[in-house]
């Protein structure tokens, strides 16, 4: 009994001791504020020149729909970037396929990798009819530039052919190339960025960064954080749309046998569902991003978060619980989202399937979650039918020059913001550019709110006037001290 006592006695003591290192570190952690002048200043004037320029491009609809190849709208929108950004367009070397958009200014030394900054140019449908203001009327207003595409993503495209604009004038010239990529069809994940790929690898361009709309700078992004946070996206999640089918003998509603196709396939999604049965894992980015975080947040989540070595193991369990949002950084996610069975009420269909969207976690690749789904429908009796699967894009090495310089920029542009890597759970068309670019870069350099970021493919989007002016100095700021 007295060696049991010393044991539980050193137990405690070792949990105590535990303990008093986790707040240690975590009082250390802390973030300091970073008190240096922001190295831009853009003035009134210049920000309401911006926000009537971009306001020109929302008035534009160029809205993506599958099958429609029809690119009378985006050709307006050319000859509105072509009135507003007239040096880019005489300067800089111009490609254009099928509406696509490849830009390019002759650096001093052609022999280096290039830059590509770039964005796109449709944008989705806006037929919620809880607009305040009408979708593509770029009204500025209450110190916001309103309409659909004001964020996601003319304001990006808006800001960094401006920035380039400005250069011009300036007469600089680059150290490197610099391109400027635009497509049309990044919202339905259409041909176009791949188009513009291949073209440049036909020209045997290597990019040293490819950097795209993804993270952006946040307000109080995650809990207990107080203050700004720019989080740059490393990484993106894989895709995969499967369709589930099942297969019965059908008949009259009025004598229904048990477990018909519809029957069956509701079990399978209700089971996977309440079992979440995809591996949770904290992988690389995922660490990167809850370790960098902690210092900016407050105590009792930085004593966690800045401790992992100790609590990896319990957040693991704890984060898929937390919110959807937690659960798609550590699981492949699974989600329905179309279904279909008999054309009429009182017939039972002999077939009848499902849609799901998968989005593959880095560490459980497509065959990997592939193989999860396919237990779930061998218990039900269900045939799987994969329509689309790609894996998790490559990870950028967020502890590597390029982001390291885009860190920089930001500490001297936005010195009251955090800087943290961030895993993509959506996707975008910066993936396409890993064939030549060295690190793709998913992030624009605004500030929006929680408002603003929820109001992203929903009504009433808008964005900052003052935000976007910052946003175009940015993008100067970096291109003209990129060594």
């Not at 609809?61 to 509105?80: A, C, M, W």
């Not at 079992?275 to 894992?281: C, I, S, T, V």
């Amino acid at each position: 009994m007295k060696y049991i006592g010393f044991v539980l006695l050193g137990l405690l003591a070792l949990i105590v001791l535990l303990l008093v290192i986790c707040v240690i570190r975590a009082a250390k952690l802390k973030a300091k504020p970073n008190t240096n002048p922001a190295a831009i200043a853009p003035t009134e004037a210049e920000a309401m020149d911006y926000a009537q320029k971009l306001s020109e491009m929302i008035k534009v609809p160029t809205i993506s729909l599958r099958g429609n190849t029809d690119l009378t709208q985006f050709y307006k929108l050319h000859e509105v970037m072509r009135k507003n950004f007239p040096l880019v367009f005489e300067k800089m070397e111009c490609t254009e396929i099928k509406g696509n958009l490849l830009l390019r200014l002759p650096g001093k030394d052609p022999k280096r990798k290039g830059i590509l900054l770039m964005g796109h140019q449709d944008v989705v449908t806006a037929d919620e009819p809880t607009w305040e203001k009408p979708p593509f009327s770029g009204i500025i207003e209450g110190g916001n530039i309103h309409g659909r595409g004001a964020m996601d993503c003319k304001s990006t495209v808006f800001s960094e052919f401006q920035a380039i604009e400005e250069l011009l004038q300036e007469g600089f010239v680059p150290p490197c190339d610099i391109y400027l990529a635009t497509a049309v069809d990044e919202e339905i994940s259409g041909g176009g960025a791949p188009m513009l790929v291949e073209h440049l690898k036909k020209s045997g361009v290597q990019l040293a960064v490819a950097m795209d709309e993804g993270g952006a700078i946040l307000k109080d992004a995650l809990p207990t954080m107080s203050g700004w946070c720019a989080a740059i996206g490393v990484l993106e999640k894989g895709h995969m749309d499967v369709k589930v089918i099942a297969k019965g003998t059908g008949g009259h509603s009025s004598t229904p046998k048990k477990n018909t196709p519809l029957v069956r396939l509701s079990k399978f999604v209700a089971a996977i569902e309440k079992d979440n049965p995809f591996k949770a894992e904290i992988s690389g980015p995922v660490y990167a991003m809850l370790d960098q975080a902690a210092p900016l947040l407050g105590f009792p989540l930085r004593m966690v978060l800045g401790n992992m070595w100790l609590f990896k193991g319990l957040l693991t369990k704890v984060l898929p619980m937390v919110s959807p949002m937690t659960n798609a950084f550590v699981k492949t996610t699974f989600a329905c989202t179309m279904a279909g069975g008999s054309q009429t009420p009182n017939v039972i269909p002999t077939e009848a399937y499902v849609i799901c969207n998968l989005r593959p976690s880095p560490h459980q690749n497509a065959d990997a979650s592939l193989a999860v789904l396919k237990k779930y429908a061998d218990k039900f009796d269900l045939e799987l039918e994969v329509i689309h699967a790609r894996n998790a894009s490559n990870c950028v090495d967020y502890n590597g020059e390029e982001f390291g310089y885009l860190r920089k920029c930001l500490n001297e542009c936005y010195p009251e913001a955090g800087v943290i890597p961030y895993l993509m759970t959506g996707g975008t068309d910066c993936r396409h550019y890993e064939k030549i670019a060295d690190n793709c870069l998913r992030f624009c350099p605004i500030k929006m709110s929680n408002e603003q970021l929820a109001a992203m493919h929903a009504a009433n989007e808008s964005i900052g006037v003052t935000e976007v002016a910052y946003c175009v100095k940015f993008y100067k700021h970096y291109i003209k001290n990129h060594k």
